[in-house]
């Protein structure tokens, strides 16, 4: 017997997802992201916590992204509490990508301090982008409290996220500029002159950031 058409490309759209080919697996999600199909789901957010290669993930979020949110948004959701960090983060990735805030409740301080910096990296951009009006303020708080971690592409991830919350994060920036461990002050005085100078770059800020610390003096001025 033999299979209708569109079952036989579902079929080969499968097995292209599972190719040992990156490039086949690219071109299979291209497939189904041009052609949404909600039996693809499932299989799309499968190969999210496991796909290797960094060109087929973005392209798995893509063709996420173009089904409907009432179907992927809770499936995303639910990928959040797995043991795996890359289905954590790129869960993350993918709903900050579909913007749809029903899923703010899901960005937890646990995600936010996850121990993984590809996952709280992901969670600190979904979260600047999903939270509500009014509950800026609030997420600076704990994003703060994550000043000073990692190297520099988590702490300029960080900077960039509090910077994108707006002036809501003087205040908590101004606290940390005093706070008693010198990696906290640097990471809160670098990302108060990057707010002030986008232009200026991130190495300059953290630069200068250390010649005040390291003067003693936390002064606007510096």
């Known amino acids: 017997m033999t299979m209708p058409k569109e079952d036989t490309n579902t079929m080969r759209a499968l097995q292209g997802l599972e190719s040992s080919s990156s490039s086949e697996r690219l071109q299979a999600t291209l497939a189904v992201g ?15 916590a496991i796909e290797p290669d960094f060109y087929v993930r973005d392209m798995l979020t893509w063709a996420l992204t173009r089904h409907s949110s009432s ?28 913007g749809d805030r029903q899923a703010w409740p899901a960005i937890t301080q ?6 993984d910096d590809e996952v709280a990296r992901s969670a600190w951009r979904a979260a600047v982008i999903l939270v509500p009006e009014g509950a800026e303020p609030e997420l600076a708080g704990v994003l703060a409290t ?29 606290a940390a500029i005093t706070d008693p461990a010198p990696l906290v002050r640097q990471h ?14 991130f190495e300059f800020a953290i630069e200068e950031a250390k010649r005040i610390v390291a003067l003693g003096t936390t002064s606007k001025e510096g």
């Open 146 to 174: 994550q000043l000073g971690r990692g190297e520099r592409e988590t702490q300029l991830s960080l900077s960039r996220a509090l910077i994108a919350l707006g002036t809501v994060i003087m205040p908590t920036l101004r």
């Open 188 to 201: 809160a005085i670098a990302t108060e002159r990057l707010s002030r100078d986008p232009d200026a770059g």
């Open 34 to 48: 041009t052609t949404p199909d909600p039996r693809f789901i499932d299989k799309l957010i499968e190969r999210c």
């Open 110 to 115: 646990a995600l936010l301090t996850d121990a």
């Open 71 to 98: 179907m992927t948004v809770p499936k995303l959701i639910d990928e959040l509490r797995s043991a795996r960090a890359q289905a954590r983060s790129q869960a993350l990735h993918t709903l900050s990508k579909i």
